[in-house]
């Protein structure tokens, strides 16, 4: 679904989808919809702006991700309200310029709008988690034998050793 900005400036756009498994593409191959993604909200001109889009609306879906301890699939629901800016890309476009802290917050366009997908993908993306685990429990693999220590418990002996100090431990072994 494709929003014009010459369209908004006459009266606001809303939205009620259900976009289906492998409709949007998440650009990472370890992330998988699961299910229907539904949104429903509205796009608007900020008032006294030019140009700049507000995109409001609530998201519900579920998405399967590598766990980052043990590797094994999780699942992470998504069930929120969002509030996106975006702002028409502007000459310069590439160019390094101090931004202020309103605009680090803030995406951008080019063209004549704003795709939807691409706004879901975008409040999606992030949703997620910065570290995704199956579990706060997960004991993840282990280093030696690399088995799954939530399946199996391995009997192998890993020593966490500071780095600052591997000198001094290798020295160690060659005297014993």
């Given at each position: 679904?494709?929003?014009?900005?010459?369209?908004?400036?006459?009266?606001?756009?809303?939205?009620?989808?259900?976009?289906?498994?492998?409709?949007?593409?998440?650009?990472?191959?370890?992330?998988?919809?699961?299910?229907?993604?539904?949104?429903?909200?509205?796009v608007?001109?900020?008032t006294?702006?030019?140009?700049?889009?507000?995109?409001?609306?609530?998201?519900?879906?579920?998405?399967?991700?590598?766990?980052?301890?043990?590797?094994?699939?999780?699942?992470?629901?998504?069930?929120?309200?969002?509030?996106?800016?975006?702002?028409?890309?502007?000459?310069?476009?590439?160019?390094?310029k101090?931004?202020?802290?309103?605009?680090?917050?803030?995406?951008?366009?080019?063209?004549?709008?704003?795709?939807?997908?691409?706004?879901?993908?975008?409040?999606?993306?992030?949703?997620?988690?910065?570290?995704?685990?199956?579990?706060?429990?997960?004991?993840?693999?282990?280093?030696?034998?690399?088995?799954?220590?939530?399946?199996?418990?391995?009997r192998?002996?890993?020593?966490?050793?500071?780095?600052?100090?591997?000198?001094?431990?290798?020295?160690?072994?060659?005297?014993?």
């Amino acid at each position: 679904m494709f929003f014009h900005v010459r369209d908004l400036e006459v009266r606001a756009g809303r939205f009620d989808v259900e976009l289906p498994s492998g409709q949007i593409e998440f650009l990472d191959p370890k992330l998988h919809q699961l299910g229907p993604l539904r949104a429903a909200g509205k796009v608007e001109l900020v008032t006294g702006s030019l140009g700049e889009v507000r995109v409001k609306g609530h998201v519900t879906t579920a998405i399967q991700a590598e766990c980052d301890r043990c590797l094994e699939p999780a699942e992470f629901p998504i069930d929120s309200d969002f509030e996106l800016y975006y702002r028409p890309v502007a000459e310069g476009y590439g160019e390094e310029k101090a931004i202020d802290a309103g605009e680090a917050e803030m995406s951008f366009y080019e063209g004549d709008g704003i795709e939807l997908n691409d706004v879901l993908r975008e409040f999606v993306l992030l949703s997620m988690p910065m570290q995704r685990l199956c579990s706060e429990a997960c004991k993840g693999i282990c280093p030696e034998c690399g088995q799954n220590r939530n399946l199996n418990e391995c009997r192998c002996h890993t020593e966490v050793v500071d780095p600052r100090w591997a000198g001094l431990a290798e020295l160690k072994r060659e005297i014993h």
